[in-house]
T-cell receptor, first 108, second 114 residues
Framework: KNEVEQSPQNLTAQEGEFITINCSYSVGISALHWLQQHPGGGIVSLFM???GKKKHGRLIATINIQEKHSSLHITASHPRDSAVYIC??????????FGKGTHLIIQP | KAGVTQTPRYLIKTRGQQVTLSCSPI?????VSWYQQTPGQGLQFLFEYFSETQRNKGNFPGRFSGRQFSNSRSEMNVSTLELGDSALYLC?????????????FGPGTRLTVL
């Protein structure tokens, strides 16, 4: 069974700062997902990647398959980026396996 | 295109009762996965259905079951409810296999067991 570790668990930063959230996993995967969850519960898929790097607006996700590690970066952070960011991996018969999430607060 | 819908959004039940939750995927999506989210355990995979067949199942007791209909709508059922079943239940739909495709999540059903 895959083990997914995220760091940091909590992060408070000032508006405009560059944010990095890390995710590591223990077993080979078919894909890694970065999800965003706002208060109230709704989850939005930000990225799905199996190699390299993807960029969407101010968000960048990278993955190193050899190192079993991924990072999510937020450039020019804004208070509306405040949310829980969750890393999840897929590839086995266990569906998605999730990390415990990173609670991000961006202060104005 | 309409998103994933879940009904009901909120539900209160008592111990020992059973409950059925419904999920309607995005039109054209054939795979529906179900997840449980609790403060203690976080998000956990329950099961995945593809073309009316259960493809994968998480580590949950047999009280948790599901099914998928020919129109891809899915239901999950929890029998003999326990206090620990109080959680947010989320479903997600994908075009094909959930292992290789982006998942689109519904708003969830918040179940409270008293």
């Amino acid at each position: 069974k895959n083990e997914v570790e995220q760091s940091p668990q909590n992060l408070t930063a000032q508006e405009g700062e560059f944010i990095t959230i890390n995710c590591s996993y223990s077993v080979g995967i078919s894909a890694l997902h970065w999800l965003q969850q706002h208060p109230g519960g709704g989850i939005v898929s930000l990225f799905m990647l199996s190699s390299g790097k993807k960029k969407h607006g101010r968000l960048i996700a990278t993955i190193n398959i050899q190192e079993k590690h991924s990072s999510l970066h937020i450039t020019a952070s804004h208070p509306r980026d405040s949310a829980v960011y969750i890393c999840a991996v897929s590839g086995g018969a266990d569906g998605l396996t999730f990390g415990k999430g990173t609670h991000l607060i961006i202060q104005p | 295109k309409a998103g994933v819908t879940q009904t009901p959004r909120y539900l209160i039940k008592t111990r020992g009762q059973q409950v059925t939750l419904s999920c309607s995927p995005i039109s054209g999506h054939r795979s529906v996965s179900w997840y449980q989210q609790t403060p203690g355990q976080g998000l956990q995979f329950l099961f995945e259905y593809f073309s009316e067949t259960q493809r994968n199942k998480g580590n949950f007791p047999g009280r948790f079951s599901g099914r998928q209909f020919s129109n891809s709508r899915s239901e999950m059922n929890v029998s003999t409810l326990e206090l620990g079943d109080s959680a947010l239940y989320l479903c997600a739909s994908t075009l094909g296999s959930s292992s290789y495709n982006e998942q689109f999540f519904g708003p969830g059903t918040r179940l409270t067991v008293l």
